[in-house]
């Protein structure tokens, strides 16, 4: 499933083979947005987040638990973006061990074929 927002998350795996790893990064139009334009903007996408997650719509489990898994990693940058404190153009790289929670992700960003 996709959703629009001010990262893009790439995964794959790592070197160790344990779990997927997750590539973050902010876009550059999100990279350009004011102070204040960006927390308004990072708040907006986790209430989409939340929205999806929380929903009885076409949402399957694997997709709601990996976007549950997107949410609280959000929820952790949200004070970081807020106070500017956080390098926008740096990428984060966040390991997932969990096979449940890597399987979740995986399905959530990989790429739908139709």
């Known amino acids: 499933m996709l959703i ?4 893009n998350i790439t995964i794959s795996d790592p070197a160790d083979g344990q779990g997927k790893v997750l590539v973050i990064l ?17 708040r907006d996408y986790m209430q989409l987040l939340s ?7 076409a949402v399957d489990e694997r997709n709601r638990a990996g976007m549950a898994i997107i949410y609280q990693f959000a929820d952790q940058l949200l ?13 984060i790289v966040l390991q997932i061990r969990q096979e449940s929670q890597a399987v979740a992700l995986t399905d959530l960003l990989a790429p739908k074929l139709n």
């Open 79 to 91: 004070p970081h973006i807020v106070s500017g404190d956080l390098a926008l153009e740096e990428r």
């Open 51 to 57: 929205r999806h997650i929380e929903s009885e719509d």
């Open 26 to 42: 902010f876009t550059p139009e999100f990279q350009a947005l004011t102070l204040d334009e960006q927390g308004r903007q990072f």
């Open 4 to 7: 629009e927002g001010p990262m």
